[in-house]
């Protein structure tokens, strides 16, 4: 099981990238992808999703309120 303190940048072979840098998935699913978005996340730029070397999404990257989400639970 992936470490909660060290998320996985992939999982069943899905990447996501926030601009440059990789995003910690937490959660992949057919159409689900949970994953912590990199401090240095441009708002405005482009995520990609890719299964492999397949870019399967781009997505526009939006600014959006905080919100709190446990990497484990107690």
């Known amino acids: 099981a992936p470490d909660p303190a060290n998320p996985p940048t992939e999982l069943a072979g899905i990447t ?6 990789p995003a910690r998935l937490l959660y992949v ?8 978005v990199p ?10 999703v890719s299964l492999g070397d397949t ?3 781009e997505l526009l990257v939006a600014a959006a309120s905080p919100g709190l989400h446990p990497l484990t639970e107690l």
């Open 29 to 36: 699913h057919q159409d689900q992808i949970n994953a912590q």
């Open 16 to 21: 996501l990238r926030i601009g440059p840098d």
């Open 39 to 48: 401090e240095t996340a441009p708002v405005g730029g482009t995520a990609t």
């Open 55 to 57: 870019t399967i999404a």
